[in-house]
């Protein structure tokens, strides 16, 4: 008979104790964990079948350096080049910082390395340094760099990722000046990026629109508001609009150009819009369609009034000459029809065009995904904060009317 007191045989402890950066012992073997290169945020685990020693512990770290891509750099020389720059501050990074902190800069290093590969540090421009900022912001680069467009504060800790491994080439007398540091993030497109929807802006309800399409009924610019209105557009938008973009016998209008102003006050014309999910095609219908072909023709008019200065082009907002737009007037040519017109709401913007669209769907009961398809917004949030203005005086009504009722207290 066995003894009540014998002690039951302890289990083995199944979590891997750390070592160093990547490398984990369990029970006497080596184990490495390393960043998923096609999943990020997600690490994965390698049996290396070593037994824990020292010396298998550096093979374990090659091994682990191996699957994550990173050659072995020992030091640096004129020709090295980015990836190799890379490289190395990626090994020195390892000893530095914790397994979950490396993965943020070893993804960061990725995207310079898909970038840039082999090419010398020592030959870099600044417009080369330039080009890859601008491209991770707008989305623009090869899928092996970015997939989707990066949030600023992304391109910002990539930025300062790189300057750190870049410094290494500075120091190294590779380099004359650190340009990964120098080198800023583009002020206009910041900008543009970070136009959220200022939800402050006032808005037309339906009478104050009505009011507003009715004053400026002869106005230059009346049909250029009524389509801005219409489709939700933001001001890059409709003077991006190109009648190559426009398809009447499909019914579609296609935004995927924009005309904006420039940091330094240029106008910029760019295949692209603001996010992807900008880009978009919508619906013409008759009233549209009139609008367009009574444009159409009207330019087909100026074009003989003006036969020898006439300025050709494919967008569907000019003067009658046909010369192009500046952004910022329209900007004032609206601030004039308000300002003139105290009856209309005096806060209100250009911008508040687009605000008073995406208000009209709203009150006529559209869901809110389609409105975020049809507005261009980047995230449905943007759109949810809409109905919680919009709808948000009229709940709170509601909701003390319904507590109010039958109550006798």
């Given at each position: 008979m066995e003894s009540k007191n014998k002690k039951r045989p302890q289990k083995k402890n199944k979590n891997p104790k750390r070592i160093k950066t990547g490398i984990y012992v369990r029970g006497d073997w080596l184990y490495i964990r390393y960043p998923d290169p096609n999943k990020p945020g997600r690490t994965l685990e390698d049996a290396t079948g070593l037994t824990y020693t020292k010396q298998n512990v550096l093979i374990a770290e090659e091994m682990r350096f191996r699957r994550i891509g990173v050659d072995k750099v020992d030091s640096l020389n004129t020709n090295s080049s980015v990836s190799e720059v890379a490289d190395l501050y990626l090994r020195k990074k390892q000893r530095d910082v914790l397994g979950s902190t490396f993965n943020g800069y070893y993804y960061r290093m990725r995207r310079v390395k898909a970038y840039f590969g082999d090419t010398p540090i020592r030959k870099l421009k600044e417009s080369d340094i330039e080009n890859f900022y601008d491209g991770l912001l707008l989305g623009s680069l090869k899928r092996e760099v970015a997939k989707k467009p990066l949030d600023e504060d992304t391109v910002k800790d990539t930025k300062r990722t790189f300057g750190s491994a870049f410094q290494m080439a500075v120091d190294a007398g590779i380099a004359s000046k650190n340009l990964a540091r120098i080198v800023k993030l583009n002020k206009e497109i910041l900008a543009d990026l970070s136009e959220d929807e200022d939800l402050d802006d006032d808005f037309f309800d339906e009478k104050d629109t009505e009011r507003f399409f009715r004053i400026c009924k002869n106005h230059p610019q009346y049909r250029l508001f009524y389509l801005t209105f219409f489709y939700c557009l933001r001001r890059s938008e409709v003077l991006g609009l190109r009648w190559k973009n426009i398809d009447f016998e499909k019914g579609l209008i296609t935004i995927n150009h924009t005309v904006t102003k420039g940091f330094k006050g240029e106008t910029k014309r760019r295949n692209h819009t603001k996010t992807p999910t900008s880009n978009r095609k919508l619906g013409l219908v008759d009233c549209t369609i009139a609008i367009l072909r009574e444009i159409k023709e009207e330019q087909s008019i100026n074009r003989l009034r003006y036969?020898?200065?006439?300025?050709?082009?494919?967008?569907?907002?000019?003067?009658?000459?046909?010369?192009?737009?500046?952004?910022?007037?329209?900007?004032?040519?609206?601030?004039?029809?308000?300002?003139?017109?105290?009856?209309?709401?005096?806060?209100?913007?250009?911008?508040?065009?687009?605000?008073s669209g995406i208000t009209r769907l709203i009150l006529k009961g559209a869901n809110p995904k389609s409105v975020q398809v049809w507005a261009g917004h980047k995230d449905i949030e943007t759109t949810l904060k809409y109905y919680t203005k919009v709808k948000g005086s009229d709940n709170a009504e509601t909701m003390a009317n319904q507590m109010a009722e039958g109550l006798n207290i």
């Open positions: 036969p020898d200065s006439y300025y050709e082009s494919d967008y569907v907002f000019t003067k009658q000459d046909g010369s192009l737009y500046q952004p910022d007037s329209l900007t004032q040519a609206f601030h004039r029809i308000i300002r003139d017109n105290p009856d209309l709401p005096q806060g209100i913007t250009f911008h508040g065009l687009r605000a």
